[in-house]
């Protein structure tokens, strides 16, 4: 008992206890801290070799998890890097780890890092149509359970070695890829159940046929052996290849093998050859699904109706002539299948058309990529496609294209990119935009920086950026604050036919810069503020001139070579100087918009309107007396017609006659009445919208006769704190225009809001901005299809809230100002009622300043008349 007493309290006894104990917490704890603390309590512990041992497991292990870390890094800078998704490569570093589904479709990439073979759980991989995929992965090593790849629509060559690690995999699609060889490893894909094999393999390799669950083969005309019938689990065929259709002698051959088969869908192209449905398709007793393509088919067998398991016969043979009488008696076809076989017996030129179909969209998608490759893969798919000369003609431009670029390389001359661009323009030529960065925008630069064009502008730093690659457009060019001098066009600029529009704009100097004869290309031209008073003759060049726009510059005419801007659809003159309107803009016979402002505008009778057969729209602003011509009669395509005048204009009686128009405003003396006996008499029926003329003080009833009224709205939209029309009573009987849908009456007089206008539930948009308005009815609840309510800058004491719950009301300014309206009214309330009995001097007139439009202003007014009354005649007695 003392020996015992004695150990137990020995001081070697409490320190192997002590030891011991720590080597299992740590051991339990095993992270590299935990026994880095151990070694400095303990530095000659009796575990320190099982401990060094496991630590230096751990620091293995921490290097491995660094190195993958970091290698799962590049797979999420180059998934960054070609624009991947992240929902097919996730950023997240352990969600990337768990995918199993890899899809990587349809992203353009030529190339993946060994890295993603560390995505060991991916089983499913999708990387078709990558037509700049030309090997496959060796990343796929990596993957421990993959079952599907696809890599159809690629331009692999070949299938390499280490794909037949892939023991598991059960589905592999490579058709519409360059392999033309199937590695004799095949045969180990003992699970392999769909194989969709390229045009190429013409013959099935015989280690195709030892694969014991093939279920479904698809390829071109593959060429069949006896062997085919060693695979006993396949149950869909498909031999389908219009450039190599199957001959009749090689039908004959493997229709033996074919019967033995226990097919469900068969689908297949025969050659022309072939004039007899194949009778061993009566053999396959268990089909399903059928489609035999083949043109000189005439008719179909009585047998048909012995495959009582067919449900789906696709026929789209172009000279079928008959179906068997008992055809319809297949009782096992769908409803579909039934009408699909009808059909094809009344339309037979739709075979034709599908056919033509293709056609046209293989053609498309060759100009889409518009590579050689793709255009010669057109002509061996469609050797007697309606395109054919087209593609060869495109392959010998690309040729000629490449040749001309080499030149141009070889030479490295100005003089031989500009021939490049000449020949193959922006965007066409394959090069182009290469050329235009690096050799022709520094000489734009170089023309900005000898015109005076500072660096900080916007278009300098659009042309630099450009340059560098970070711009890739540009659609404007500016030419600004040219002084007094000659300027003339960079001739370069012609060849960024991107630039869709020139603006002139403070331009000093009547001197038009030269060279515009060379950018026919244009769609439009703005000439804004300079002192140009005449266009060059030159402009006759920019056919492609889809609008001009002029204002505020010194024009008094225009020149006669418009009128060869047959294109040209809308014009636009803001000059002060034009006196009369030019004639030839009778001569711009697709002219659609033309607005012209000019205060010194006195006639426009120079032009005949009635050359302008596709105008339809027209406005026509002066501060002078002018007539409307007789010829407007002719503007047969006419919808809009706006004119002005702060004198008079004289309108000829046969506008009333324009059956088309939709919308007129004419303010000048004496025309709103004109314009209203019209609408009386029933004329201009077809009328949609009609504008308010300043001076109206309210609408005439003859606007009721307008069935088809959509529109009322006022022509000067004044500024604020203006109010720019006379309108002051919206009538009552306005809520029986039921057609109405929107009102526009603002900057005027406008006391009330009649109840009516809750009867027009067709109204979409109510403003009445700035308008002398102090209540709204609450019948404007009822306008259930209300999108857009602008009631600003109007002196209410009284608005409905239900306004807010109006269903279609989303628009967030319109709520947003309608609920500031609100709380402004109950904060004056509020403010009122606080102030009334007990309220100071002070208050009336804080209430006055704040709330002038509030419902107690006249008390307020009152009081503080009172309260000053009191407090003269107390400051009068008290000295």
Not at 153 to 179: F, G, R
Not at 315 to 324: H, M
Not at 425 to 442: D, M, N, V
Request: charged fraction near 30%; glycine fraction near 4%.
């Amino acid at each position: 008992m003392n020996i015992y007493k004695q150990l137990i309290n020995s001081k070697d006894y409490k320190h192997n206890l002590s030891e011991t104990l720590a080597y299992y917490q740590v051991y339990e704890t095993d992270n590299i801290a935990s026994y880095k603390t151990f070694f400095e309590e303990f530095p000659q512990s009796k575990f320190k070799n099982q401990l060094l041992e496991r630590l230096a497991e751990l620091k293995k292990q921490k290097e491995t998890e660094l190195e993958e870390h970091k290698a799962l890094n590049v797979i999420i800078k180059w998934a960054d890097e070609n624009n991947i998704p992240e929902e097919n490569i996730p950023r997240d570093i352990e969600q990337l780890k768990s995918i199993t589904f890899l899809n990587l479709h349809s992203l353009d990439i030529s190339a993946i890092p060994d890295e993603v073979g560390l995505l060991k759980k991916v089983n499913w991989l999708q990387l078709s149509n990558n037509y700049s995929l030309d090997i496959v992965p060796k990343a796929i090593e990596g993957f421990e359970n993959l079952k599907f790849i696809s890599l159809k629509c690629t331009s692999i060559k070949e299938i390499p070695e280490y794909l037949q690690k892939h023991k598991a995999l059960q589905e592999l699609w490579i058709y519409d890829t360059e392999i033309n060889e199937i590695p004799d490893y095949f045969s180990n894909f003992t699970n392999l159940r769909i194989l969709w094999l390229p045009e190429r393999i013409k013959e099935l390799p015989e280690c195709i046929y030892s694969l014991p669950n093939l279920y479904s083969l698809k390829g071109g005309n593959i060429r069949l052996s006896a062997s085919v019938t060693k695979l006993s689990s396949l149950r869909e065929l498909e031999l389908y290849d219009f450039s190599d259709e199957l001959q009749k002698d090689e039908l004959n051959k493997i229709s033996p093998y074919l019967e033995k088969l226990h097919l469900t869908k068969l689908k297949m192209v025969v050659s022309d050859s072939v004039e007899e449905f194949p009778d061993f398709i009566r053999k396959l007793t268990n089909i399903k699904e059928l489609t035999i393509l083949g043109d000189n088919i005439k008719t179909l067998p009585d047998w048909l109706e012995d495959l009582k398991y067919l449900s789906n016969l696709d026929i789209y043979y172009s000279e079928i002539e008959n179906l068997p009488k008992n055809i319809l008696n297949i009782c096992s076809f769908d409803d579909e299948t039934f009408t699909k076989i009808k059909d094809r017996l009344d339309k037979i030129e739709e075979e034709k058309k599908r056919l033509l179909e293709i056609d046209n969209y293989d053609w498309d998608r060759a100009i889409s990529w518009n590579n050689e490759e793709r255009y010669q893969k057109y002509l061996n798919e469609h050797p007697s496609g309606q395109y054919v000369e087209q593609a060869k003609e495109k392959i010998l431009y690309l040729q000629q294209e490449q040749e001309y670029y080499e030149k141009a390389l070889k030479e490295d001359s100005l003089h031989s990119y500009e021939q490049y661009l000449e020949q193959y323009p922006y965007p066409t030529g394959k090069y182009s935009l290469e050329i235009l960065r690096k050799k022709i925008t520094p000489i734009i630069l170089e023309w900005f920086d000898k015109n005076g064009v500072e660096k900080d502008r916007y278009q300098y730093k659009r042309f630099v950026g450009f340059k560098n690659g970070t711009e890739n457009y540009i659609s404007t060019f500016y030419f600004e604050n040219i002084k007094d001098r000659e300027v003339t066009i960079p001739k370069e600029l012609k060849y960024f036919t991107m630039i869709g529009y020139f603006t002139f704009r403070e331009c000093r100097g009547n001197i038009f810069p030269k060279g515009i004869e060379e950018f026919g290309f244009l769609k439009e031209i703005e000439i804004e503020n300079t002192d140009f008073s005449y266009l060059p003759e030159e402009i006759e060049y920019l056919t492609n001139l889809k609008k001009i726009s002029l204002s505020g510059n010194k024009f008094q005419t225009l020149p006669w070579g418009m009128s060869k801007l047959t294109n040209l659809k809308e014009l636009e003159i803001r000059e002060d100087e034009l006196e009369t309107l030019p004639s030839v803009i009778e001569k711009l016979v697709n002219l659609e918009i033309l607005f012209v402002d000019s205060d010194n505008l006195h006639s426009i009778s120079e032009v005949d309107f009635s050359n302008l057969t596709t105008l339809e729209k027209i406005r026509i602003y002066s501060k002078k007396s002018y007539s409307i011509p007789s010829t407007f009669e002719k503007l047969s395509s006419i919808k809009k017609i706006y004119c002005d005048s702060a004198e008079e204009i004289f309108m000829p009686e046969n506008i009333k006659y324009l059956s088309n128009l939709k919308s007129i405003g004419v303010s000048g003396k004496g025309n709103d009445d004109k314009l209203i006996k019209w609408i009386g008499e029933g004329y201009l029926s077809s009328l949609e919208g009609i504008a308010i003329p300043t001076h109206w003080e309210t609408l005439p009833i003859e606007l009721k006769n307008l069935k088809q009224l959509k529109h009322i709205y006022t022509t000067s939209q004044g500024c604020w704190g203006y109010r720019a029309n006379k309108f002051k009573i919206l009538p009552e009987w306005i809520g029986e225009i039921e057609s109405l849908e929107s009102i526009t009456i603002r900057s005027c007089y406008l006391e009330k809001c009649p109840d009516s206008i809750g009867k027009l539930i067709n109204l979409k948009e109510l403003n009445f901005y700035q308008c002398a308005l102090t209540t709204l009815p609450s019948s404007i609840c009822n306008l259930i299809n209300l999108e857009r309510l602008d009631i600003e800058n109007n002196p209410f004491f009284y608005i409905p809230k239900c306004i807010l719950d109006l269903p279609k009301l989303k628009n967030s300014y319109c709520i947003d100002s309608i609920k500031r309206i609100i709380e402004y009214i109950e904060e004056g309330d509020k403010y009122w009622d606080s102030i009334k009995y007990t309220g100071k001097l002070r208050d009336f007139k804080h209430y006055k300043k704040e709330y002038p439009c509030g419902k107690y202003r006249q008390q307020a007014e009152e009081k503080i008349i009172e309260l000053e009354e009191k407090g003269f005649f107390y400051r009068l007695f008290n000295g």
